[in-house]
């Protein structure tokens, strides 16, 4: 079992860094959908991901067929949007016979419509107040989503505790 977090289209470069970092720090594959809304070279992205880059599996894809091409039938899809009516917290994440992917929708006008449609039971939405914001920042969503996951699975390969060498708490 492994936990994905996959960007259609990405637009800004230090929501992608700060999104690779969380997938460093919690031994998820980070997939992007093509095309990017900046280059890979980026500063910003760099700085974001800060020097925790050669600690990310990063796999790219033309477009979202292809990286739909990719998926295998055990492989469980979730599409995060605010247009969902299931909370993120409903869907289950616990089968560790299963792939579990999540896939973000680009910054400025998330993922195709029509594919929302055709996919409409495997959409998860973080609540919020809609009254107020159009939708979180990508990178915080991404975090939020994927350390349920995390939770639920238990945390698999992730320190609870540590114990560092000046402990503030030691």
């Not at 997938?23 to 992007?32: F, S």
């Not at 091409?69 to 605010?82: F, I, W």
């Not at 560790?96 to 929302?116: A, I, R, S």
């Not at 969503?141 to 030691?170: M, S, W």
């Amino acid at each position: 079992m492994a936990n994905h977090i996959v960007l259609f289209e990405p637009l800004m470069p230090a929501n992608t860094g700060n999104i690779a970092r969380t997938c460093a720090g919690t031994n998820t594959e980070l997939h992007l959908i093509e095309p990017l809304g900046f280059s890979t070279d980026d500063k910003y992205l760099k700085r974001a991901g800060l020097d925790y880059w050669d600690k990310v599996k990063i796999t790219y894809h033309p477009n979202l067929p292809a990286f739909l091409e990719t998926l295998q039938a055990n492989d469980e899809l979730y599409v995060v949007s605010k247009f969902a009516s299931r909370t993120y917290t409903e869907a289950d994440y616990t089968d560790q016979n299963k792939n579990h992917y999540f896939l973000f929708g680009k910054e400025t006008t998330g993922l195709p419509e029509n594919f929302m449609r055709q996919n409409e039971e495997k959409c998860i939405r973080i609540p919020q107040n809609d009254d107020h914001i159009r939708a979180l920042n990508l990178s915080n969503t991404a975090a939020i989503v994927a350390y349920e996951a995390l939770r639920q699975q238990g945390f698999p390969g992730l320190d609870k505790t540590h114990t560092y060498e000046n402990d503030k708490l030691k």
